[in-house]
Structures are given as structure tokens and as C-alpha cells.
């Protein structure tokens, strides 16, 4: 058991697969006196993500649960039910709190679901419903929206379909690309995760069907 002493904080693992700029976010958050959550070890799907980096310097245990091993991209077939549920495992080790799911581009499989239930956020780049899925932004511009946004929210067995916790809008502006949209939406959706997990720190997490109190 994790002693009480070390309690006085919600413990999340975050799960990267690129940069780690939202784990960034919540690493300057936790240093701030009272913020009630901190980061207790991170997780990829791939040992080359930049977020490993950043947990590292910042002296965090860090796991890769690689699908390769199990598969995938090998054409063979992918053992996914397999990789979950090793991924479980790694971040049951942990104790955690919360999972969040920062731009971690693998889907979470029915054993990480069913042994943290409700307990994994993910941030996403759209307004969801709208543009859910792998290239949110693209999409969104493609369709010709004059407001996007990002959506924090909890992960359930769907794409992109689980109980929305917060979401903030961002203007599209004329001359955006995919690259300068984006740009926008992450630094939006750095500071919404922030709130995000000290809100469900400080309050936990009150559903109501697919409502979030």
C-alpha cells in the first residue's frame, strides 16, 4: 500500500506517444504549491517518444508497452487483447489515480477499461462530437468550420465517444493551415487538461448517464 504521507496528492500516469507537451503542462502544474495531483510514472507504445525524455529529466518511472512485440505491423496477427493487457498491468504497478491519455495514439483495449473504469481522460483536438478520430484537425478545416476547439473526456470503448468532462473553442482563422491550427488548439488544450485534472483531484468525477456534474 502507498502510505498516507504519500497521499496527499492524486496520483496520475500519463500515457505519450510523441512530445509530451501536455505531460509538460502537468509536470509545471504539480510544482505549483496545492496543486493535488502529481505525475508517478509514464507510459508510451513507443520507446522513442519525446515525453519518455521529459519524465526522465524529471526523474519518473518510465514503461513501454511496445504493440510490435505483439505483433502489430508484423503481418502477423496483432495480439491486441495481449498488449492491453500487459499496458494494465504496467500502470496498475503505479497505483494510480487517474490515467490520462496524452496524445496517446492507441486505442485502450477492454482490460485497461474494465480495471481502471472511469479513471482515463484523454485530451482530443475538436469539439466532439464533431471530428473525433486520428486527424481532427484536418478534418475540421477540410469541412470548413469557423470554430474548432479540444475536448477533455473520459475513454470508453468508442473512438472519441466517451462522457465529455470540458471542452474550450478556438476561432479557425482564414489563412490556417493544419500545422498553425493546431499550434493554437494545443496551447488551449494544455491549460484545459490543467483544470481538468485538478477539478477531478480536488472533486473526483460525478456522472450522471453521459453527463459529467
Same mark, same amino acid.
Given at each position: 500500500?502507498?502510505?498516507?504521507?504519500?497521499?496527499? @496528492?492524486?496520483?496520475?500516469?500519463?500515457?505519450?506517444?510523441?512530445?509530451?507537451?501536455?505531460?509538460?503542462?502537468?509536470?509545471?502544474?504539480?510544482?505549483?504549491?496545492?496543486?493535488?495531483?502529481?505525475?508517478?510514472?509514464?507510459?508510451?507504445? #513507443?520507446?522513442?517518444?519525446?515525453?519518455?525524455?521529459?519524465?526522465? #529529466?524529471?526523474?519518473?518511472?518510465?514503461?513501454?508497452?511496445?504493440?510490435?512485440?505483439?505483433?502489430?505491423?508484423?503481418?502477423?496477427?496483432?495480439? #491486441?487483447?495481449?498488449?492491453?493487457?500487459?499496458?494494465?498491468?504496467?500502470?496498475?504497478?503505479?497505483?494510480?489515480?487517474?490515467?490520462?491519455?496524452?496524445?496517446?495514439?492507441?486505442?485502450?483495449?477492454?482490460?485497461?477499461?474494465?480495471?481502471?473504469?472511469?479513471?482515463?481522460?484523454?485530451?482530443?483536438?475538436?469539439?466532439?462530437?464533431?471530428?473525433?478520430?486520428?486527424?481532427?484537425?484536418?478534418?475540421?478545416?477540410?469541412?470548413?468550420?469557423?470554430?474548432?476547439?479540444?475536448?477533455?473526456?473520459?475513454?470508453?470503448?468508442?473512438?472519441?465517444?466517451?462522457?465529455?468532462?470540458?471542452?474550450?473553442?478556438?476561432?479557425?482563422?482564414?489563412?490556417?493551415?493544419?500545422?498553425?491550427?493546431?499550434?493554437?488548439?494545443?496551447?488551449?488544450? @494544455?491549460?484545459?487538461?490543467?483544470?481538468?485534472?485538478? @477539478?477531478?483531484?480536488?472533486?473526483?468525477?460525478?456522472?450522471?448517464?453521459?453527463?459529467?456534474?
Amino acid at each position: 500500500m502507498v502510505a498516507e504521507a504519500q497521499r496527499d @496528492r492524486d496520483r496520475l500516469v500519463v500515457l505519450v506517444s510523441g512530445t509530451g507537451t501536455n505531460l509538460q503542462a502537468l509536470l509545471d502544474a504539480q510544482a505549483r504549491p496545492g496543486f493535488p495531483a502529481e505525475v508517478v510514472a509514464v507510459g508510451s507504445d #513507443r520507446s522513442d517518444a519525446g515525453g519518455l525524455i521529459r519524465a526522465e #529529466r524529471a526523474e519518473l518511472p518510465t514503461f513501454v508497452v511496445d504493440p510490435a512485440e505483439f505483433g502489430a505491423g508484423s503481418g502477423k496477427v496483432w495480439d #491486441r487483447a495481449g498488449w492491453d493487457r500487459l499496458l494494465a498491468a504496467r500502470i496498475a504497478a503505479h497505483q494510480p489515480d487517474w490515467i490520462v491519455s496524452a496524445g496517446f495514439m492507441r486505442l485502450l483495449g477492454s482490460t485497461v477499461l474494465s480495471d481502471f473504469p472511469n479513471l482515463v481522460i484523454n485530451t482530443h483536438p475538436a469539439l466532439l462530437p464533431a471530428f473525433p478520430g486520428a486527424h481532427a484537425v484536418h478534418d475540421a478545416l477540410e469541412y470548413g468550420v469557423k470554430v474548432t476547439g479540444c475536448t477533455v473526456h473520459v475513454i470508453d470503448a468508442g473512438v472519441d465517444t466517451g462522457p465529455i468532462i470540458a471542452q474550450e473553442a478556438v476561432t479557425v482563422a482564414g489563412d490556417d493551415t493544419v500545422e498553425s491550427l493546431h499550434e493554437r488548439i494545443k496551447q488551449v488544450e @494544455r491549460e484545459l487538461l490543467v483544470a481538468v485534472v485538478e @477539478r477531478l483531484a480536488t472533486s473526483g468525477l460525478n456522472l450522471n448517464g453521459r453527463k459529467v456534474d
